[in-house]
């Protein structure tokens, strides 16, 4: 195709809606630390999933229905500055890495694309830039991935994703496969944190709530997981924090479940028996996974490919 020709795809990621298809697949949670998730149902193609990080681009190619990988997860480092033109050629090239391992098999050409990035994302236009390049505030990053990659692109936030991941196939999904009822807020906690409010299964995006207010400067500078590190924070100490920032955001919402990702979910153990609410609170089940898979899901589910719900 020409390139001058192809007009991507203005693609609105569907809201879930709670419920996963009764179409006998094995919906068994993924193994997060492995790409031999369950097998895929015949006939499923992959779509390839792709979260934008400060440090690195993650990428695999995924099965949305079950959420398992179908390839090997490829990392590169960001680029920095990371620039709009800077990320956009790392993207195209995890993208190629990704054809060349072994979802190239299951991927059609015009297979859509699911993409994360650490900011607000509306209509496919980015309007804020927290953790990420100010450069990229105001672009509209359905239409320039989407012409890079020759492909329609559904871009979304990255906790909004990695929720999206776990209300399906991890923490938030209930024993009858239905996403958990009620209001279920995901905290990522990474380099800020990010926020992904779900109420009956139903994403409401762009929530945000790393930015509320806390000892006089955004929350996540007090308490995401990077401040720990770069502070030498004890879990004991780091713990703290959350405590205070976890009331407050308990005390505005008054969830029915909160899950804590991000890297350190994985250390949930030192840290969660620590944290005293009145809300239950437990680690996400998808770990550094949950992102790509998510952003596949919701690519999935845009129309052109099979969808998880
Ligand atoms: C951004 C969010 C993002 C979060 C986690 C925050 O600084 O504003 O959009 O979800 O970091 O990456």
């Known amino acids: 195709m020409n390139e001058s020709e192809f007009v991507p795809m203005v693609i609105e990621p569907p809201p879930f809606t709670g419920s996963l298809p009764d179409d006998g697949i094995d919906h068994r949670l993924p193994d997060p630390t492995s790409h031999d998730g369950p097998a895929s149902a015949p006939g499923v193609r992959s779509v390839i999933g792709i ?9 695999a190619s995924v099965d949305p229905v079950t959420g ?12 920095t500055p990371a620039t709009p033109d800077a990320v956009i050629g790392t993207i ?42 100010p450069g990229w505030i105001g672009v509209d990053a359905v239409d320039v991935i989407g012409r890079a990659l020759h492909r329609p692109v559904v871009v979304v936030n990255d906790a909004d994703a990695a929720g999206v991941a776990e209300m399906r196939v991890g923490a938030g999904r209930s024993d009858d496969g239905r996403a958990v009822a009620g209001v279920v807020l995901m905290l990522t906690l990474g380099t800020g944190i990010g926020s992904a409010l ?8 762009n929530t945000e709530l790393g930015h509320l207010p806390l000892h006089g400067g955004d929350a996540e500078r ?23 920032y976890l009331e407050l955001v308990e005390r505005l919402l008054w969830p029915d479940l909160i899950l804590i990702g991000g890297g350190i979910s994985k250390r949930a153990d030192e840290f969660l028996p620590l944290i005293d ?23 999935a589910g845009s129309g052109s490919a099979p969808t998880a719900g």
């Open 277 to 299: 609410l009145r809300t239950p609170i437990m680690p996400a089940r998808l770990r550094n996974q949950a992102g790509i898979v998510g952003a596949a899901m919701l690519a």
């Open 51 to 59: 979260d934008v990080g400060g440090s690195g681009i993650k990428a």
């Open 92 to 133: 195209v090239e995890v993208v190629d890495l990704v054809m060349d391992r072994d979802g190239a098999t299951r991927l059609d050409a015009g297979a859509p694309v699911g993409l994360t990035l650490p900011a607000v994302v509306r209509s496919g236009t980015v309007s804020t830039a927290a953790n990420i390049d």
């Open 222 to 244: 007090y308490a995401a997981s990077s401040v720990r590190k770069a502070e030498r924070l004890s879990m004991k100490s780091y713990a703290q924090r959350l405590q205070e």
């Open 68 to 79: 398992s990988l179908i390839s090997e997860r490829v990392r590169i480092t960001t680029p």
């Open 198 to 205: 779900f109420v009956d299964g139903t994403l409401v995006p």
